[in-house]
């Protein structure tokens, strides 16, 4: 089967893009399922019941946070009332909404796990022993891991740890791509960032104007205002055997126009 992880997607700019666009991606790439980072697709970070609603309705299957989850108001509700978007795992266990899920696609289960790294992040429980609890818990075929984290060594370190134990792992977070897409040594397919669905002329979707003088004027307060203009959209494309649960390809995405 052909999976899609989509990165970051980035307020209106970007999620308008795979509102657009993803029903004829799916399709050009032959996409069976698709997981998408939607911690910043609100446009004040975070996501709200209606856009998570309309990422499921134009295609994303399962739809996993970060850092941001609980951003905008509207996360509560629906963590708690849709069945398809997780919030990382490894955060209080009394928060809103579930850490994995395993949708049944009738042959094949899949399982999704979303992680939050712990370096230079805000505190979290062990990510790694997080991982190992829900696997050991999952009744899955093939098994997707989202680890948000700030840093590559750790988003690698986990791509590791779970190597041979799930079928990928890819980072999001920093909103850069990486180029390091692969397969590791025990079948696990592997990115250490997708990037982010969103507009690049910007700093990481925010306009570059106002990130400029917030580095430059240590201190100011800052209204981060969504970026405007052309929409890259970033992912990447796994390839997977359902019999053994490992991945055989893995193709990273980057394009404006499809
Ligand atoms: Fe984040
Ligand atoms: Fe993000």
Redesign the pocket.
């Known amino acids: 089967m052909r999976v899609l992880a989509i990165g ?1 997607i980035v307020a209106e700019p970007g999620r308008e893009f795979v509102y657009r666009n993803l029903n004829r991606i799916r399709d050009q790439y032959k996409i069976d399922f698709c997981i998408a980072n939607g ?2 697709a609100a446009d004040s970070n975070g996501i709200t019941y209606e856009i998570a609603k309309t990422l499921y309705e134009r295609g994303v299957d399962v739809i996993t946070m ?3 989850t609980f951003a905008n108001k509207g996360a509560e509700r629906a963590l708690e009332e849709l069945p398809y978007i997780i919030r990382p795992l490894n955060l209080p266990p009394e928060m809103e909404g579930v850490g994995y899920l395993v949708t049944d696609l009738g042959n094949v289960k899949v399982g999704v796990i979303n992680l939050l790294g712990r370096v230079n992040m805000n505190p979290a429980d062990c990510p790694f022993r997080a991982a190992e609890k829900a696997l050991s818990k999952m009744d899955a075929d093939v098994i997707f891991v989202d680890i ?1 984290a700030e840093a590559t060594s750790e988003r690698i370190a986990m791509g590791h740890f779970l190597d041979g134990k799930v079928s990928g792992v890819f980072g ?2 920093t909103h850069v791509q990486t180029a390091d897409e692969r397969i590791l040594p025990g079948g696990t397919g592997f990115i250490a960032d997708l990037g982010m669905t969103g507009v690049e002329d910007s700093v990481l979707g925010v306009k570059k104007d106002i990130i400029l003088s917030f580095f430059q004027n240590p201190g100011k307060r800052y209204r981060f205002e969504k970026a405007e203009g052309e929409v890259f959209f970033h992912g990447c494309i796994f390839e997977v055997d359902i019999t053994t649960g490992k991945t055989t390809g893995v193709e990273r995405l980057r394009f404006s126009k499809i």
Request: proline letters at 0%; a negative charge; glycine letters at 12%.
């Open positions: 970051d911690e910043n970060g850092n941001h948000h999001t977070h």
